[in-house]
């Protein structure tokens, strides 16, 4: 029924068996077959304004071409690409209705509108994500600088960069490509955006 399997063992195989995958997973020892964590059978936990709580989710994975389908040609050179939109072209910079950004890619809840602030640098400006786990950051050395760059946690998808020169109370600015983002006006977090 729930593919498991019974396997009889004494308490002392018991003990020996635990005290091994406890220590492989603090070792970051790759788990005995069988025993994958949710994380590498592609699953992340993410929040989802919609169910208004945390929900488990499949990672999107996709070739150039299928994204190349499924995006413009701007979304794909940003969100695909890591490329970034002219500052005050983006149709999010003064964008100013209640609602959730998601991501353009695969639809994850990434920010909320109350957290969105004029930051006067011509892209969106968040203060914060919707939840920590729906997004990820890796080290940009791009161009001879040193920045942050902000990505979906569930499609990896480039979103922009967060800076440490925000407002109460993070401090932060996720700067984003409106390009990355669709958005979904609150009362509809439901609906695909």
């Known amino acids: 029924m729930y593919g498991w399997e019974t396997v009889r063992m004494d308490r002392g195989e018991f003990l020996r068996t635990t005290l091994v995958l406890a220590g492989g997973i603090l070792l970051g020892l790759p788990l005995p077959k069988g025993t994958a964590s949710a994380a590498e059978k592609g699953r992340i936990r993410v929040y989802s304004a919609a169910a208004g709580g945390y929900v488990t989710v499949e990672k999107v994975v996709k070739t150039d071409k299928e994204w190349q389908k499924q995006l413009t040609a701007e979304q794909f050179d940003v969100a695909r690409?890591?490329?970034?939109?002219?500052?005050?072209?983006?149709?999010?910079?003064?964008?100013?209705?209640?609602?959730?950004?998601?991501?353009?890619?695969?639809?994850?809840?990434l920010f909320r509108s109350e957290t969105k602030f004029d930051s006067g640098t011509g892209w969106p400006s968040f203060y914060a994500p919707i939840a920590p786990e729906n997004v990820r950051t890796e080290k940009d050395r791009t161009f001879f600088m040193e920045r942050t760059e902000v990505l979906c946690a569930r499609c990896d998808a480039h979103l922009g960069h967060v800076f440490d020169d925000g407002p109460k109370p993070t401090g932060l600015r996720y700067c984003m490509n409106s390009a990355s983002l669709s958005f979904v006006k609150a009362g509809t977090e439901g609906k695909q955006g």
């Open 81 to 109: 690409k890591k490329g970034t939109e002219r500052a005050f072209t983006g149709k999010y910079d003064k964008h100013y209705e209640k609602g959730v950004y998601r991501c353009v890619c695969c639809g994850n809840d």
